[in-house]
């Protein structure tokens, strides 16, 4: 299976970023490839409502920024992974702008899984994140395999970056 990992956090070392190592590792180990892109840390700009991939730009959209890297593996991948921190209730600014962006193509031509790593420093702000996350894919009819939180102490700790490895090991 072929796996595109979307980091949103734009901290290097971040705890979403051990998150998303240990579930590529374990998704490795079980012999699926993984694309990751650091999107946190890339030059993606927000959708801009031209419309131009509908009208004229056939799926293509309009800004050329580093999103255009990403585009050939969203429409070439089986399964996408989000791993993002989570600032006041929300995936991080640079990982909606990539979802955001997938307006222009819709839905990814071969995808049929998704799942999400997300950190937090305190409990209960993931609810927004799931609701809108389960909407999205729902449109998209890609199917929700796996969501995964880490908050405060559970952050980096052996027990949850295991739960990463063993959900990436499990697919």
């Known amino acids: 299976m072929k796996i595109l990992l979307l980091s949103g956090s734009p901290r290097k070392n971040g705890n979403s970023s051990a998150m998303a190592d240990a579930f590529t590792a374990g998704a490795q180990s079980a012999g699926h490839e993984v694309v990751r892109f650091d999107v946190g840390r890339m030059d993606i700009a927000g959708c801009q409502g ?13 800004q050329q920024d580093d999103m255009q890297d990403i585009y050939p593996h969203l429409a070439d991948c089986d399964m996408i992974v989000f791993a993002s921190a989570v600032y006041y209730w ?7 702008a990539a979802l955001h962006r997938f307006y222009a193509i819709g839905k990814p031509a071969k995808a049929t899984k998704f799942a999400m790593l997300l ?5 209960g702000v993931y609810d927004a994140i799931n609701s809108q996350i389960k909407s999205a894919f729902d449109f998209m009819g890609i199917e929700i395999v796996g969501v995964i939180t880490s908050n405060g102490e559970e952050n980096k700790s052996p027990a949850k970056l295991e739960e990463c490895r063993a959900l990436g090991a499990s697919l």
Do not use: K
């Open 90 to 96: 929300t995936l991080t600014a640079q990982m909606q």
């Open 119 to 123: 950190s937090s420093g305190s409990p």
């Open 50 to 62: 031209c419309e131009y991939c509908h009208v004229q730009g056939e799926g293509q959209c309009v």
